[in-house]
């Protein structure tokens, strides 16, 4: 395929200064892509730089998100699943216990604090049975959000399962139903519900466009002010 060097240059994104390499080929669209070296924009041997960053705007929520979120993630040391850790879940934090058993996570939910306890076999693997755990429960905590917000708009309750995609909290697919991602369970409820109605207005129209907005607004009114909080959150998740 026939390419030239890369590019590099800037732009403004929601009052922030934006590098990127740009990256033009024979491929016929426009493309991004994030990952350690930062922003990579791909682009057609023909296409226009007013052209490019007009696609690049176009994107700008989703880059300065993943940007924001990557360099978060940088700076925030993997987290050891040990006797006495915490973790943030469904606004609260939780402490673990390391046990013994017959490679089960058991959930305690009374006392002066909520504990995760992972009671391993011998040799067991207590991130593998932690992580287990834990889309267990978000599996089970999305379902039944995704019921109460399919009741409220009066629509079937479509399947629900979990996803691990790199750029989106979650999707709706008229084949597959909706996929959450399993690492919001992290968050306060009123986050979750807010992608939980994102997801689920799709049901009603599936696009973005104003009337989409009227849907989510009547399923969760201060959807603008979640978005912003579930930015903010997402870049400080623990790293598992």
Not at 101 to 122: F, M, S
Not at 151 to 157: F, K, Q
Not at 191 to 198: E, G, N, P, R
Request: net charge positive; charged share 25%.
């Amino acid at each position: 395929m026939t390419a030239t060097p890369a590019e590099a240059r800037e732009i403004v994104l929601d009052g922030q200064r934006v590098s990127y390499s740009l990256r033009r080929s024979a491929r016929k669209t426009l493309g991004l892509r994030i990952d350690h070296r930062g922003l990579t924009v791909g682009a057609p041997l023909r296409a226009g730089l007013p052209d490019v960053e007009s696609f690049i705007r176009s994107h700008a929520r989703w880059i300065t998100d993943k940007l924001a979120t990557r360099s978060a993630a940088a700076d925030v040391p993997r987290f050891e699943p040990r006797d006495g850790a915490t973790l943030p879940l469904l606004g609260d934090v939780w402490r673990l216990q390391i046990g013994r058993g017959n490679n089960r996570v058991v959930w305690h939910e009374t006392g002066p604090a909520p504990v995760i306890e992972l009671a391993l076999r011998a040799g067991g693997d207590a991130r593998q049975l932690m992580l287990r755990g834990l889309q267990e429960r978000a599996l089970a905590v999305f379902r039944h959000r995704v019921e109460e917000f399919c009741l409220r708009l009066g629509r079937p309750v479509p399947a629900v399962g979990l996803s691990s995609a790199r750029t989106r909290w979650g999707s709706c697919s008229v084949r597959s139903g909706i996929r959450l991602h399993w690492r919001l369970i992290h968050l306060p409820l009123s986050l979750i519900d807010y992608v939980v109605a994102h997801e689920v207005a799709h049901l009603v129209e599936m696009n973005h466009s104003p009337r989409f907005w009227s849907v989510v607004a009547s399923l969760y009114p201060e959807h603008v002010a979640a978005r912003q909080a579930l930015r903010k959150a997402g870049a400080a998740l623990p790293a598992l």
